[in-house]
C-alpha cells in the first residue's frame, strides 16, 4: 500500500523536473522493444523489413501499427507527452498496466518500435481520463501525440475493446507494478530509482472544467506517424 | 498479502466483446434516452430475444469515447445481481464513411456503439404514471425490498450509484425490479476521504448534503433517493419537486427540519452552509405530514429521510427494518400483474400527444391540471419535454390526466382512471401489525452480519434466487475480484457535464401540497 514514509521520502528529496517513472518506463519498454524487435527480425529472416515481419504476429496490435517506426525514441516521446499533457506520473504506471493487461490478453500482440508510440498515447490518454481531476481531451492529445484526432478517437476505442474495458487499477495492482518496474531497472544494472507514488488523493470534480487546448501552446508535432 | 503477478489477473476473462455488429439485431422503438444515447427495444435476430440497445454516443470527436459510458461498462462488468441490470455485451455498427476507393474504411467505431442490456418491460416512473394505477402495499414493499437488495449490493460492492430515481428502476412482467443506468455511477473508498463532485444525482432526489456542497460522501447519497422514492410511492406525487437548488433545499427542510449542530453535527462546516442555511426556524414535520401512512413505513422514511447521512439508514439496515417483517408481507414478485410495457420516455411522449391534443381541442378553455412526475432534466443537450399545463393554474397535482385519452395503442388505462391517487396512500390495509410475522428471520447471518467487507471480500448475503423468495440470509457469497480502486476522473469531458442540476425548468413551483406553507 502507499505508506506515508514513502511518500514523505519522495518529498525530501531533490525533485528532478522529468518524474524518475519516465526514465525507468522508457528503460523498460526500450529493452522490450528491442527483444521484440530481433525476435520479429528472427522469425522473417528472408523477408525484408518489419512491416512484413508484422504481418506474421497477432493482428490486435494491427491498428497500432504505423508505416515505419517513428524518429522520435521512447524516453523524448514519453517526456512530450508529460511536458504538455500535464497529466499526473501515476498515468504512466498506469498506461503500462493496460499495456502488459493488452499483451497478457493477446499473448499474440508484440509490442514494436512500430507500434510503441501509439499505444503509449493511447494508454496514458485512458489513463488520465480514468485518474486525473482535469485532463486534456482526444483533440489535444492527438495533437501532442503526433496522431490525427479521428485516428486516436479510433485507437481509443479499439484499446477499450482489447482491455474488454478492464480499466481498473487497485492501488494493490498499482504498487506491484511500481515495484515491478524498479525491480527491472535494478536487476538491468539501471540506477537504483523509485517511482513517484502519488496515486492519492483520489478525486473526481467534475465541476472543473476543462482546459481548453488553447491555454497551452504546443508546438505542433508534424505527423511523426504515418 | 499475496500479489498477483502482472498480468496474471487477466486471464480468466470471458471472450472480447465488440465482435458482433448491431445487425445481429432488429430494433423495434426507441423507449428511452439515457445519460448518453437513445435506448431501443431490439430483437435479436438469430434467437428472437428481445433486448434493450444503448447507444455510446461517439458524435463529440474532441472527447472521444465518453467517460460516462467507460465507466458504466466498467462497473456494469462486474456487478452480477438479481436487481442490477445486467449487461450482456457490447456490439458496433459500421460506419458510413469509404476511404478514397470507394471501399468501407474499417471503422467501425464511426457507426455506432451500442450496450446491449436484458429488455425490462417498464421503469418505476413510467409504471407509476399509468392511469388509474395503484400500488398495492404489498407490491410497494416487494419493489422497495428489491431496490434496497440491489443498493446494498452496489454497496458492498464499493459502487455508489448516484442517481436512483424511478426511472432508473426498471420492472420487468415477472415483478423484478432492477438498478440500471450506471452512467453516473463511481466506485468508492470507505474511508470517504475522496473528493467527489456532488453535481450528481437528479435534483428531486438529491441528498442535503450535496445540495450544500458536499465533496465527501459515501453510500448515504443513494439512501436519501431511496427516501424520496419510497414517500413518493407511498403518498403517490413527488416530494421534493424542488426547480433549483435552493427551492429544492426550501423543500427538503421545510418538511425535515432545518439543520443545525445538534441534529447534523458539523453540517455548519460544509461549503455552502453558510448560503443556503434557513432564515427561520423550521421544524421537523415527517411525521405530522404523513401520519396517514402505516407506522413502519413512516418509521422506515424517517431513518432514510435522516438529514445527517452519518445517522441515515443504510441499506442493510432498511432491508431488516420491522416494514418489511410485518405484515402484510412483500408480496412474491411473481405475483404482481403483469402490465403493458411502459417506459418513462413513452408515458411523457404520450402525455406529450396528449397534450397537443388537448391544446388544440379546446384552446381558449380551461384545461385539466396535469401530473407534474418529471423532475428537472439533469443533462443538458438532451432536453426531456417537461410537461405542464399553462401557467397560472391552480394546481393540486392529483387530478387525473385522462381528459384526451391516451392515444398510444399500447396503453390501454387500467382501473377506474378517475382515482386521485394512484398508490395505495395510507391507510392499513392489512392489519395485524402488533403480531409482527418474521418468518426466518433468525437464520444464516443474511444481511445484519457486521459492517462493510473488506475490500475484495465478499458479504455473505443471498445472490442466488429472488430477494422476495423466503427467509434472509442464504449462505452463497458473491464478491467481485478484487479490491476497487477509486478512479477519478473528470466526467465533464463527454458532454453531459456540467449541467446536472443546473438545467432547471419552471412550472413545477406551481405544485402544492398541503404541508408546504
Known amino acids: 500500500m502507499l505508506s506515508a514514509g514513502e511518500f514523505t521520502n519522495h518529498l525530501s ?59 522520435i525514441s521512447i524516453p523524448k516521446y514519453l517526456e512530450r507527452l508529460y511536458k504538455y499533457t500535464d497529466c499526473s506520473p501515476s498515468c504512466f504506471v498506469v498506461g503500462y498496466v493496460y499495456i502488459d493487461r493488452l499483451v497478457h490478453k493477446h499473448p499474440d500482440s ?63 495492482v498499482f504498487e506491484s507494478y511500481c515495484f515491478l518496474l524498479e525491480k ?43 | 498479502m499475496a500479489i498477483a503477478a502482472p498480468g496474471q489477473l487477466n486471464l480468466n476473462e470471458v471472450p472480447s466483446w465488440g465482435s458482433r455488429g448491431v445487425d445481429c439485431f432488429e430494433k423495434l422503438e426507441q423507449i428511452g434516452e439515457g445519460t448518453y444515447g437513445q435506448v431501443y427495444m431490439a430483437k435479436e435476430i438469430k434467437t428472437g430475444e428481445i433486448v434493450a440497445l444503448k447507444k455510446i454516443r461517439m458524435d463529440n470527436e474532441r472527447e472521444g469515447f465518453p467517460i460516462t459510458a467507460i465507466r458504466e461498462i466498467k462497473i456494469l462488468k462486474k456487478l452480477h445481481h438479481d436487481n442490477v441490470i445486467k449487461l450482456k455485451e457490447i456490439v458496433t455498427s459500421p460506419g458510413p464513411e469509404k476511404d478514397e476507393q470507394g471501399r468501407p474504411d474499417g471503422n467501425k467505431y464511426k457507426g455506432g456503439i451500442y450496450m446491449v442490456f436484458e429488455y425490462m418491460d417498464h421503469d418505476l416512473t413510467g409504471l407509476a404514471d399509468r392511469p388509474g394505477m395503484r400500488f398495492s402495499v404489498p407490491q410497494i414493499k416487494c419493489y422497495m425490498r428489491q431496490l434496497l ?61 450535496l445540495l450544500l456542497g458536499a465533496t465527501k460522501y459515501g453510500p448515504a447519497v443513494d439512501m436519501w433517493s431511496v427516501g424520496c422514492i419510497f414517500a413518493e410511492l407511498l403518498h403517490g406525487k413527488p416530494i421534493f419537486p424542488g426547480k433549483d437548488e435552493p427551492e429544492q433545499l426550501n423543500k427538503i427542510f421545510e418538511l425535515c427540519g432545518a439543520p443545525d449542530e445538534v441534529n447534523w453535527p458539523g453540517v455548519t462546516k460544509i461549503p455552502w ?45 432498511a432491508l431488516d427494518a420491522e416494514y418489511f417483517w410485518t405484515d402484510p408481507l412483500p408480496c412474491d414478485p411473481k405475483s404482481l400483474p403483469k402490465y403493458e410495457s411502459s417506459h418513462e420516455f413513452q408515458t411523457k411522449k404520450k402525455r406529450q400527444q396528449q397534450r397537443q391534443h388537448e391544446e388544440n381541442a379546446k384552446r381558449q378553455k380551461v384545461q385539466h391540471p396535469q401530473q407534474h412526475r418529471i423532475p428537472p432534466n439533469q443533462q443538458s443537450g438532451q432536453a426531456h419535454t417537461q410537461i405542464r399545463p399553462g401557467p397560472n393554474q391552480p394546481i ?40 409482527p410475522n418474521r418468518g426466518g428471520q433468525g437464520g444464516g447471518g443474511g444481511y445484519s452480519s457486521g459492517p462493510y467487507p473488506a475490500q475484495g471480500r465478499g458479504a455473505p448475503f443471498g445472490s442466488s434466487g429472488l430477494p422476495g423468495a423466503g427467509p434472509r440470509g442464504g449462505g452463497s457469497g458473491y464478491g467481485v475480484g478484487g479490491p476497487n480502486y477509486p478512479q477519478n476522473g473528470p466526467y465533464g469531458g463527454s458532454g453531459s457535464g456540467s449541467g446536472r442540476g443546473s438545467n432547471m425548468m419552471g412550472g413545477n413551483r406551481n405544485q402544492q401540497y398541503g404541508w408546504q406553507q
Not at chain 1, 523489413?49 to 506474421?56: M, T
Not at chain 1, 479510433?154 to 478492464?166: A, G, K, N, S, T
Open chain 1, 13 to 71: 528529496r531533490p525533485e528532478p523536473s522529468i518524474p524518475r517513472v519516465l526514465t525507468i518506463l522508457s528503460f523498460v519498454l526500450e529493452k522490450l522493444v528491442a527483444r521484440n524487435n530481433g525476435l520479429i527480425d528472427d522469425l522473417t529472416q528472408p523477408l525484408d523489413g518489419l512491416s512484413c515481419g508484422s504481418a506474421g504476429i497477432g493482428k490486435s496490435l494491427n491498428p497500432f501499427h504505423g508505416v515505419r517506426a517513428p524518429s
Open chain 1, 110 to 172: 508484440l509490442v514494436l518500435s512500430l507500434n510503441v508510440h501509439r499505444l503509449l498515447v493511447t494508454s496514458i490518454m485512458v489513463a488520465s481520463k480514468m485518474l486525473d481531476d482535469v485532463h486534456y481531451n482526444n483533440a489535444f492529445y492527438a495533437k501532442v501525440g503526433g496522431v490525427s484526432n479521428a485516428e486516436l478517437n479510433r485507437l481509443e476505442v479499439e484499446f477499450l475493446f482489447l482491455l474488454d474495458f478492464r480499466v481498473t487499477v487497485s492501488s494493490r
Open chain 1, 184 to 226: 527491472e531497472m535494478i536487476l538491468n544494472g539501471g540506477a537504483c530509482q523509485t517511482i513517484e507514488r502519488s496515486l492519492v488523493p483520489i478525486t473526481d470534480m467534475a465541476d472543473v472544467p476543462e482546459l481548453s487546448e488553447n491555454t497551452q501552446t504546443s508546438p505542433s508535432l508534424t505527423q511523426i506517424m504515418d
Open chain 2, 149 to 209: 437488495t440491489g443498493l446494498h449490493y452496489c454497496h458492498v460492492n464499493q459502487v455508489l450509484h448516484r442517481d436512483i430515481k424511478g426511472s432508473n428502476l426498471l420492472i420487468d412482467n415477472e415483478g423484478n425490479l432492477k438498478l440500471a443506468d450506471f452512467g453516473l455511477a463511481r466506485s468508492f473508498s470507505n474511508d470517504h476521504n475522496a473528493n467527489l463532485t456532488n453535481r450528481v444525482i437528479t435534483l428531486w432526489y438529491r441528498p442535503p448534503e
Open chain 2, 273 to 317: 452552509y453558510n448560503n443556503f442555511k434557513p432564515t427561520r426556524p423550521m421544524k421537523r414535520r415527517l411525521r405530522e405530514v404523513f401520519r396517514h401512512f402505516d407506522r413502519h413505513a413512516l418509521e422506515l422514511l424517517e431513518r432514510m429521510l435522516t438529514l445527517d447521512p452519518s445517522q441515515r439508514i443504510s441499506a442493510k439496515d
Open chain 2, 396 to 435: 393540486h397535482g392529483t387530478q387525473p390526466v385522462v381528459a384526451g385519452g391516451p392515444s398510444h395503442h399500447y396503453v390501454k388505462p387500467r382501473g377506474p382512471s378517475g382515482g386521485a391517487n394512484r398508490y395505495q396512500a395510507g391507510g392499513n390495509p392489512g392489519g395485524g401489525y402488533s403480531h
